[in-house]
């Protein structure tokens, strides 16, 4: 099927007062684009009652960030439409070299917690310190709404469908700041408000002398493209519709939308917001910056997520895919790194690292770990953290931007999802105030 847009339209999308721009975008589009949409029932997924949404609001991308986002503003009563380049898919069909930039494929997909510095008057932070405090003093607080998603997905019976697995999570230090040696328990349970079980380990209980502290805890890991696929459902069983169309603007998508579109013998109507969450942010923003990972899947399944960091600033870690699909061991951190190729040399190292970290993975008389596939992809990471915040594009309208995450973008995924919500609403229900 097509959308039905004029035959050729141009427009100058200009920079914005509130931001650094680059110069003015000269966008054009053809007649006819290819758009897929996935439906069931064209009456009861389409019909679109206005005087019961909040308005019309268009999400592009359809990576975790834009599924749970979509998924919010449904819920939250709002017709939405998602535009995307890529869509979820079955792992194994998605071509590791075209896809290597739809990041949530290749992701690990589980949940840690990474605590802010503890209050100390004796020993103040630095500049750097303080900026790297408040992030994650914000991102812990989108990981403790996505732990409580997750939760309530459990408890609504759905997280088989889902592909969510509640596990217990560890966590093993080289080099520790004072934001792990002062972690305890109770600081965990009442300051953090961390769920379920948290323990420090004892140090009988580390793989070897290198390992300075340690800790495990009630976590939760998800299978990737399950997850997404689930989300997709939900937002098509809620009367989201979805585009299979890349854009280059959220200029161009307010251009698409001007009008109301007759499809499916609905009407999809104008757009009153856009969603950016595109991962690296249409490629306009000079903070953005792909951090190149290189994982493995392995035959054996784990009980356990666990993370081990390394003195010299590498990583060993596991994250169980769970539903017998296997487990990934990881990774690198590879900033400025576009090689799409795995290399043999580093999956060696990378399983020889972490069955040595953990060799309970090797049961019932296995010696080595055993690689189905090498994982390449591309963590779209930013300076200063994820961009969320609203702006108004001069020449296109209001657009909620939310990429950047790099490699946290399942664990923070309904924290944002939520504020996403949060900014649309407050800037719609400021504009309706405003013409009243």
Same mark, same amino acid.
């Given at each position: ?22 110069? +003015? ?11 897929? =949409? ?6 009861e997924l389409f019909s ?22 979509? @998924? ?17 898919? +079955? ?62 997905? %459990?408890? %609504?019976?759905?997280? %088989? ?17 004072? *934001? ?45 493209? %399950?997850?997404?696929?689930? @989300? ?11 585009f299979k169309r890349e ?8 251009? @698409? ?28 923003? *000079? ?8 994982? =493995? ?37 590879? +900033?400025?790194?576009? &090689? ?23 049961? &019932?008389?296995k010696t080595r770990l ?41 664990? @923070? ?24």
């Amino acid at each position: 099927m097509h959308l039905r847009f004029p035959a050729t339209t141009t427009f100058s999308l200009r920079p914005s007062s509130t931001r650094t721009s680059p110069p +003015p975008l000269i966008v054009s589009f053809a007649q006819r684009h290819s758009a897929v =949409c996935y439906t069931t029932s064209p009456r009861e997924l389409f019909s679109i009652n206005m005087s019961k949404s909040k308005g019309h609001v268009v999400v592009i991308g359809a990576g975790v960030i834009g599924l749970s986002s979509a @998924l919010a503003l449904l819920e939250a009563n709002y017709t939405t439409t998602i535009l995307a380049k890529d869509l979820p898919a +079955p792992f194994e069909s998605i071509d590791p070299r075209s896809q290597i930039n739809f990041t949530s494929p290749w992701g690990g997909a589980h949940n840690r917690w990474v605590p802010p510095f503890p209050p100390s008057s004796s020993t103040p932070l630095t500049p750097t310190q303080q900026a790297e405090h408040a992030l994650r003093i914000r991102e812990h607080a989108f990981s403790l709404s996505t732990f409580h998603r997750m939760q309530r997905f %459990q408890n %609504q019976g759905q997280d %088989q469908q889902a592909g969510i697995t509640f596990l217990k999570g560890i966590e093993y230090l080289e080099s520790p700041g004072p *934001e792990y040696t002062s972690l305890t328990a109770q600081r965990a349970s009442q300051e953090l408000g961390l769920p379920g079980h948290f323990r420090v380990l004892e140090s009988h209980e580390f793989p070897d002398d290198k390992i300075q502290w340690g800790c495990e805890y009630d976590t939760w890991c998800v299978n990737p493209m %399950q997850y997404c696929l689930f @989300l997709l459902g939900q937002i098509i069983a809620r009367g989201g519709k979805v585009f299979k169309r890349e854009v280059r603007s959220v200029g161009e998508v307010f251009q @698409l939308f001007s009008d109301s579109v007759q499809e499916f013998g609905a009407t999809i109507p104008q757009a009153d917001a856009v969603v950016n969450a595109t991962g690296i942010g249409l490629g306009d923003d *000079e903070m953005v910056f792909p951090t190149r990972g290189q994982t =493995c899947l392995v035959q054996e399944p784990c009980d356990a997520t666990v993370t081990r960091q390394n003195a010299d600033g590498t990583w060993t870690f596991c994250v169980p895919r769970g539903f017998k699909a296997g487990t990934i061991i990881g990774g690198t951190k590879e +900033p400025d790194n576009w &090689d799409p190729k795995p290399d043999p040399e580093v999956r060696e190292r990378l399983l020889r690292a972490f069955e040595g970290t953990y060799p309970s993975i090797l049961a &019932d008389g296995k010696t080595r770990l055993t690689p189905v596939r090498d994982i390449v992809g591309r963590r779209p990471t930013r300076k200063g953290g994820l961009r969320l915040e609203g702006e108004v594009v001069d020449g296109a309208g209001f657009v909620m931007h939310a990429y950047g995450l790099g490699g946290r973008g399942y664990e @923070l995924s309904w924290g944002v999802a939520e504020s996403v919500v949060e900014g649309i609403q407050g800037h719609l229900e400021s504009e309706k105030g405003s013409r009243l």
